[in-house]
């Protein structure tokens, strides 16, 4: 590896070069400020993140190319996510600004640990090494577990950091465990040579299989699939919420990336960089083993989120059920399973966040996460009502709303791929019937009852409404279909093999 | 404009109801008066399309075909045919008289008609979509405004009314959602086009399902998703309950026009398009239309709540509907889409009754009047003509498309036929009996002072109950409007019985 191909290398590595800038300006920046205009330095890292999304886009991937040894790959798969993910840290930057939580304190390293948490999210979407692979994965869980405790005199937010770190722990140890276990079986690192080599097929199946479940715990415990779940509510409620919202989308895509490459990649029968004449390796059926975890996701998430009374434990849980539909398209595992699989993250963080954004601002202005509370909220805020009714519609995915269509592309691979997955769209279905009771709670909250016209009409701030209708009417207009976002999402599931 | 008649019938109510979103909800008589005008409007285009459509073939007319979403080959195509028709007329007719039986809405009215209008678009669609995916689409879209209708704007018990007929349509359309993906996925080339879908039918009785026939297995999960919305037996529970606690005006929509959609799928998709799962589901589906009108009559004689009877007498009359057609035969078939559409028309006007009533005395136990037809003779005399409306009595409409399913039905069904009869005694059982304890005997004395009915409820019944008898005394028109697209119907379902040898 010489001089010469470093630099070119590094070329394509101009994002994450400008991101890693960025959080050094902001560290810089903020020595200067004082509590009180701390803020500033949140402005500063928004605009940072508005520039490296920007270059992001511009980046030119069509041809796809690994990077630093192999060590990363920057590909359309990878360029979808990241952008993904960056869209999702300017909104919740947004939103940060706005919440009470986040008053009155010093956010200059708050906006800073949410970077490097970005920047770490950057490397998993893009990584083809364990120890790439690794690293960056604790990059990500670290910041996680940092912001999430950001409240320091709470309670709440001390034990959500604390069950955070406790579980994230023992989970990368055994991921790292199966790592290895990889390693002395097929003497590399590099996904691409295990893929060479475990394609030869001397390995056996139960060995294999100990491998796929130590490896599935440390990347289902990053996108909160059951069993590995344990975290989630805890967390979801103690974090600061806008760091809620966060968790539940940025790092759950990037997880969801990491495993569809991990898996498409070295654990299938053939390298091919569209997915073309591709299948899963022949002594190793982790379609299965995913379709079960798809299973248990959905149906634990929906059944407990039918019981919460606090929007923001009951987001928790129901996001639990999303990162279920979605591993069903992880089982098909082909073209249009894993565009599904990207279509219906971006729809999930539009419609995920503005839930969450909307709990967020009724909690400054009403002081109450509880459900029962939203009593009426139809009339007395009735902007915001339409709004969060729309998301909780798009959330149940009924048509026309974004989430409908999302859930559309899903079932329409499962069904497509073949008989024996019609009875996972089945299962897959009834969730979604299970799941309308509690999202319509909120819906029922808020117009049904005894209505008392209110004296007053409260009104969000305006930038508050505009991030919300910005969130919001993608998911109205998602019905035209054929939308721009789908064909991307297609355009996008193109790995880098070596 | 001929050619957009039906896109711009169904999408009116939708500019209705944002036009009625922007005027301020001071100006109740303009928002009033808007959605009225609205849906005459959409009344006075649906007259148009039945002036303009031609009767004499079973051809889907009106088209409109467009590429929607190219990649999924699924169209925005609508058209009409001799069985959506009657039911265009019956929304349009049905939507409009609503209006006025919703004037004495007294909350939020701005959002009630704007919904309003949402749910009427939805019907109108469903209707009018020869697409499978535009038709759920359409299907589902009605299941927003009606919770809201419900929830909001319903009797005591409305919130558990919303949320169980919402859960129930909901289990209903993703059944009907893996049916359509199934059929699409089956399909060569893959298509939602309903008309090529029919042509192609034979394909479906080759492919397998889950290890079973596909076509069978299609057919149960469709049969589920209309099931649901007739609603038959045992897939009812949720109909007595909503039918109740909606207003007024909702019950006449949900009994009047989203009950049929559930036949009207049968007729639309499941028989066309899976002809031989047909032939072998038409003994079932006549046993539980016998199940419907025996059940629902006996349900109906033991209710109290005048409404709640009324409810369970729609669940009777859908009975015919389902014994009817199950028979295959034209007569049976015939009989069973006139049926679908007086049913529409009867129940509406009974349920508008019961809304009356209800306005007045504030309950609707029947036990609780007596006596009542000195006071109010006028609304006597109409409510008396409305029930043998309902019972079937020769002269009213119902009478001529129940007869039909019996007349269908009996050779190939007969001893279903035969016990069917008993739902006809029953029915004139629970409805004079009713009326017998409600406006007959001793005067009750609370009520000495009550209102008579008013001109803007009877201007929403009379032409109701014209239409009930003018079909009743000459049903030629309506038969005539409807005979060539049935009797093609049965004859392709028939012809594919007899290829496969059944």
Same mark, same amino acid.
């Given at each position: 590896m010489n001089l010469n191909q470093i630099m070119t290398d590094l070329s394509y590595f101009i994002p994450e070069m400008m991101l890693t800038g960025v959080l050094l300006l902001v560290i810089l920046f903020d020595l200067f400020q004082k509590a009180d205009t701390s803020i500033r330095s949140g402005y500063v890292a928004l605009g940072g993140m508005v520039l490296v999304t920007l270059a992001l886009i511009g980046q030119d991937v069509s041809t796809s190319v690994g990077i630093f040894s192999n060590m990363l790959a920057v590909d359309p798969f990878g360029n979808f996510l990241k952008i993904l993910v960056s869209v999702g840290t300017i909104l919740v930057m947004w939103m940060s600004f706005n919440s009470n939580e986040l008053k009155n304190r010093r956010v200059g390293e708050y906006y800073t640990l949410l970077l490097v948490l970005v920047l770490g999210m950057y490397f998993l979407v893009s990584a083809t090494h364990l120890l790439s692979i690794y690293v960056s994965l604790e990059m990500v869980s670290i910041m996680s577990y940092l912001l999430s405790g950001y409240l320091k005199e709470q309670m709440r937010s001390n034990e959500a950091s604390i069950k955070y770190v406790v579980f994230g722990a023992f989970s990368s140890g055994i991921l790292l465990y199966g790592f290895s276990l990889l390693y002395g079986l097929t003497g590399s690192a590099d996904i691409?040579?295990?893929? +060479? +080599?475990?394609?030869?097929?001397?390995?056996?199946?139960?060995?294999?299989?100990?491998?796929?479940?130590?490896?599935?715990?440390?990347?289902?415990?990053?996108? +909160?699939?059951?069993?590995?779940?344990?975290?989630?509510?805890?967390?979801?409620?103690? $974090?600061?919420?806008?760091?809620?919202?966060?968790?539940?989308?940025?790092?759950? +895509?990037?997880?969801?990336?990491?495993?569809?490459?991990?898996?498409?990649?070295?654990?299938?029968?053939?390298?091919?960089?569209?997915?073309?004449?591709?299948?899963?390796?022949?002594?190793?059926?982790?379609? $299965?083993?995913?379709?079960?975890?798809?299973?248990l996701s959905m149906t634990v998430g929906n059944v407990i989120a039918l019981q919460q009374s606090n929007i923001k434990r009951m987001l928790a849980y129901s996001s639990i059920a999303h990162a279920g539909y979605m591993l069903l398209g992880v089982v098909v595992a082909d073209q249009t399973g894993i565009s599904a699989v990207l279509y219906y993250a971006a729809v999930y963080m539009l419609m995920n966040l503005g839930a969450f954004f909307v709990a967020i601002h009724i909690k400054n202005a009403f002081d109450t996460e509880e459900i029962e509370d939203y009593k009426a909220l139809g009339y007395k805020a009735p902007v915001l009502g339409v709004i969060m009714a729309i998301f909780m519609f798009s959330l149940t995915g009924l048509p026309p709303t974004g989430g409908f269509v999302a859930k559309f592309y899903l079932f329409r691979a499962l069904i497509e791929y073949g008989d024996m997955y019609f009875w996972l769209a089945i299962i897959g279905l009834i969730n979604g019937v299970v799941s309308l009771y509690y999202y319509m709670r909120v819906v029922k909250a808020m117009y049904f009852g005894k209505i008392e016209l209110p004296d007053t009409i409260h009104h969000a701030p305006l930038n508050v409404t505009i991030l919300l209708c910005v969130l919001a009417l993608p998911l109205l207009f998602a019905w035209m279909m054929g939308d721009p976002l789908s064909i991307y999402a297609q355009n996008a599931v193109q790995f880098f093999i070596k | 404009m001929e050619n957009h008649l039906l896109s711009i019938v169904t999408f009116l109510p939708v500019f209705g109801a944002v036009i009625i979103a922007l005027i301020p909800k001071e100006k109740l008589d303009i928002i009033r008066w808007g959605a009225a005008a609205i849906t005459g409007l959409q009344l006075i285009l649906a007259i148009w399309i039945l002036y303009i459509f031609d009767f004499s073939t079973a051809e889907v007319q009106l088209q409109e075909h467009y590429a929607w979403i190219p990649a999924f080959n699924i169209e925005y195509f609508m058209g009409i045919d001799g069985l959506s028709a009657p039911m265009i007329l019956l929304t349009a007719l049905l939507s409009f008289l609503a209006i006025?039986?919703?004037?004495?809405?007294?909350?939020?009215?701005?959002?009630?008609?704007?919904?309003? @209008?949402?749910?009427?678009?939805?019907?109108?669609?469903?209707?009018?979509?020869?697409?499978?995916?535009?038709?759920?689409?359409?299907?589902? #879209?009605?299941l927003l405004p009606m919770y809201f209708l419900i929830g909001i704007w319903g009797g005591p018990q409305r919130e558990y009314a919303a949320i169980k007929f919402f859960l129930y349509t909901l289990f209903g359309s993703v059944l009907l959602l893996l049916g359509m993906l199934a059929l699409y996925f089956i399909s060569e080339p893959h298509t939602f086009n309903m008309l090529i879908l029919a042509e192609h039918s034979s394909q479906f009785g080759g492919a397998l399902l889950l290890g079973m026939n596909a076509g069978k297995v299609i057919f149960i999960l469709l049969f589920i998703g209309f099931a649901i919305k007739v609603p038959i037996f045992p897939f009812h529970t949720w109909l007595p309950l909503a039918h109740v606690e909606a207003p007024t005006a909702i019950s006449v929509i949900l009994a009047g026009v989203l009950l049929k959609m559930g036949t009207y799928g049968f007729l639309r998709i499941s028989f066309p398009v899976?002809?031989?799962?047909?032939?072998?589901?038409?003994?079932? @589906?006549?046993?539980?239309?016998?199940? !419907?009108?025996?059940?629902?009559?006996?349900?109906?004689?033991?209710?109290?709540? @005048?409404?709640?009877?009324?409810?369970?007498?729609?669940?009777?009359?859908?009975?015919f509907v389902l014994l009817g057609m199950a028979a295959l035969t034209p007569a049976g078939m015939n009989g069973a889409v006139f049926q679908m559409f007086n049913h529409g028309t009867i129940s509406a006007m009974l349920f508008m009754l019961v809304g009356v009533i209800y306005d007045r005395a504030h309950h609707r136990d029947i036990e609780g009047f007596g006596g009542i037809a000195k006071v109010v003779p006028i609304y006597a005399g109409v409510t008396a003509m409305a029930f043998f409306a309902g019972l079937g009595l020769p002269g009213f409409s119902g009478f001529i498309s129940e007869a039909l399913c019996f007349i269908g039905a009996f050779p190939v069904f007969t001893w279903i036929t035969i016990f069917a009869t008993i739902g006809i005694v029953l029915n004139a059982g629970y409805f004079l009996w009713a009326y017998? %304890?409600?406006?007959?005997?001793?005067?009750?004395?609370?009520?000495?002072?009550?209102?008579?009915? !008013?001109? %803007?409820?009877?201007?929403?019944?009379?032409?109701?109950?014209?239409?009930?008898?003018?079909?009743? #005394?000459?049903?030629?028109?309506?038969?005539?409007?409807?005979?060539?697209?049935? !009797?093609?119907?049965?004859?392709?379902?028939?012809?594919?019985?007899?290829?496969?040898?059944?």
């Amino acid at each position: 590896m010489n001089l010469n191909q470093i630099m070119t290398d590094l070329s394509y590595f101009i994002p994450e070069m400008m991101l890693t800038g960025v959080l050094l300006l902001v560290i810089l920046f903020d020595l200067f400020q004082k509590a009180d205009t701390s803020i500033r330095s949140g402005y500063v890292a928004l605009g940072g993140m508005v520039l490296v999304t920007l270059a992001l886009i511009g980046q030119d991937v069509s041809t796809s190319v690994g990077i630093f040894s192999n060590m990363l790959a920057v590909d359309p798969f990878g360029n979808f996510l990241k952008i993904l993910v960056s869209v999702g840290t300017i909104l919740v930057m947004w939103m940060s600004f706005n919440s009470n939580e986040l008053k009155n304190r010093r956010v200059g390293e708050y906006y800073t640990l949410l970077l490097v948490l970005v920047l770490g999210m950057y490397f998993l979407v893009s990584a083809t090494h364990l120890l790439s692979i690794y690293v960056s994965l604790e990059m990500v869980s670290i910041m996680s577990y940092l912001l999430s405790g950001y409240l320091k005199e709470q309670m709440r937010s001390n034990e959500a950091s604390i069950k955070y770190v406790v579980f994230g722990a023992f989970s990368s140890g055994i991921l790292l465990y199966g790592f290895s276990l990889l390693y002395g079986l097929t003497g590399s690192a590099d996904i691409f040579e295990i893929q +060479a +080599a475990l394609s030869a097929g001397t390995a056996t199946p139960a060995l294999m299989m100990v491998i796929l479940i130590m490896i599935l715990v440390g990347f289902g415990y990053k996108i +909160a699939a059951v069993p590995f779940h344990f975290w989630t509510p805890d967390v979801y409620e103690g $974090a600061p919420a806008p760091i809620t919202a966060f968790l539940s989308v940025g790092p759950k +895509a990037a997880g969801f990336a990491i495993i569809i490459r991990f898996f498409n990649v070295a654990l299938s029968s053939a390298g091919n960089p569209n997915m073309e004449a591709w299948s899963a390796l022949s002594n190793m059926d982790w379609q $299965a083993v995913i379709g079960i975890l798809a299973i248990l996701s959905m149906t634990v998430g929906n059944v407990i989120a039918l019981q919460q009374s606090n929007i923001k434990r009951m987001l928790a849980y129901s996001s639990i059920a999303h990162a279920g539909y979605m591993l069903l398209g992880v089982v098909v595992a082909d073209q249009t399973g894993i565009s599904a699989v990207l279509y219906y993250a971006a729809v999930y963080m539009l419609m995920n966040l503005g839930a969450f954004f909307v709990a967020i601002h009724i909690k400054n202005a009403f002081d109450t996460e509880e459900i029962e509370d939203y009593k009426a909220l139809g009339y007395k805020a009735p902007v915001l009502g339409v709004i969060m009714a729309i998301f909780m519609f798009s959330l149940t995915g009924l048509p026309p709303t974004g989430g409908f269509v999302a859930k559309f592309y899903l079932f329409r691979a499962l069904i497509e791929y073949g008989d024996m997955y019609f009875w996972l769209a089945i299962i897959g279905l009834i969730n979604g019937v299970v799941s309308l009771y509690y999202y319509m709670r909120v819906v029922k909250a808020m117009y049904f009852g005894k209505i008392e016209l209110p004296d007053t009409i409260h009104h969000a701030p305006l930038n508050v409404t505009i991030l919300l209708c910005v969130l919001a009417l993608p998911l109205l207009f998602a019905w035209m279909m054929g939308d721009p976002l789908s064909i991307y999402a297609q355009n996008a599931v193109q790995f880098f093999i070596k | 404009m001929e050619n957009h008649l039906l896109s711009i019938v169904t999408f009116l109510p939708v500019f209705g109801a944002v036009i009625i979103a922007l005027i301020p909800k001071e100006k109740l008589d303009i928002i009033r008066w808007g959605a009225a005008a609205i849906t005459g409007l959409q009344l006075i285009l649906a007259i148009w399309i039945l002036y303009i459509f031609d009767f004499s073939t079973a051809e889907v007319q009106l088209q409109e075909h467009y590429a929607w979403i190219p990649a999924f080959n699924i169209e925005y195509f609508m058209g009409i045919d001799g069985l959506s028709a009657p039911m265009i007329l019956l929304t349009a007719l049905l939507s409009f008289l609503a209006i006025f039986t919703s004037w004495n809405i007294d909350k939020a009215q701005k959002g009630y008609f704007a919904l309003f @209008l949402l749910l009427d678009a939805g019907m109108m669609g469903v209707f009018s979509s020869l697409d499978f995916f535009l038709f759920y689409i359409f299907w589902e #879209v009605m299941l927003l405004p009606m919770y809201f209708l419900i929830g909001i704007w319903g009797g005591p018990q409305r919130e558990y009314a919303a949320i169980k007929f919402f859960l129930y349509t909901l289990f209903g359309s993703v059944l009907l959602l893996l049916g359509m993906l199934a059929l699409y996925f089956i399909s060569e080339p893959h298509t939602f086009n309903m008309l090529i879908l029919a042509e192609h039918s034979s394909q479906f009785g080759g492919a397998l399902l889950l290890g079973m026939n596909a076509g069978k297995v299609i057919f149960i999960l469709l049969f589920i998703g209309f099931a649901i919305k007739v609603p038959i037996f045992p897939f009812h529970t949720w109909l007595p309950l909503a039918h109740v606690e909606a207003p007024t005006a909702i019950s006449v929509i949900l009994a009047g026009v989203l009950l049929k959609m559930g036949t009207y799928g049968f007729l639309r998709i499941s028989f066309p398009v899976l002809k031989d799962a047909t032939l072998w589901f038409a003994l079932p @589906l006549a046993i539980l239309g016998l199940i !419907n009108i025996i059940y629902g009559a006996m349900a109906a004689l033991a209710q109290r709540d @005048l409404k709640k009877m009324v409810a369970y007498s729609s669940v009777s009359h859908m009975g015919f509907v389902l014994l009817g057609m199950a028979a295959l035969t034209p007569a049976g078939m015939n009989g069973a889409v006139f049926q679908m559409f007086n049913h529409g028309t009867i129940s509406a006007m009974l349920f508008m009754l019961v809304g009356v009533i209800y306005d007045r005395a504030h309950h609707r136990d029947i036990e609780g009047f007596g006596g009542i037809a000195k006071v109010v003779p006028i609304y006597a005399g109409v409510t008396a003509m409305a029930f043998f409306a309902g019972l079937g009595l020769p002269g009213f409409s119902g009478f001529i498309s129940e007869a039909l399913c019996f007349i269908g039905a009996f050779p190939v069904f007969t001893w279903i036929t035969i016990f069917a009869t008993i739902g006809i005694v029953l029915n004139a059982g629970y409805f004079l009996w009713a009326y017998q %304890r409600i406006f007959m005997g001793e005067l009750n004395s609370k009520y000495e002072k009550l209102e008579e009915i !008013n001109n %803007r409820e009877l201007f929403a019944l009379i032409p109701l109950a014209i239409i009930t008898f003018f079909l009743g #005394v000459y049903p030629t028109p309506m038969l005539n409007l409807m005979s060539s697209t049935l !009797n093609h119907l049965v004859e392709a379902v028939k012809t594919a019985g007899m290829v496969a040898g059944l």
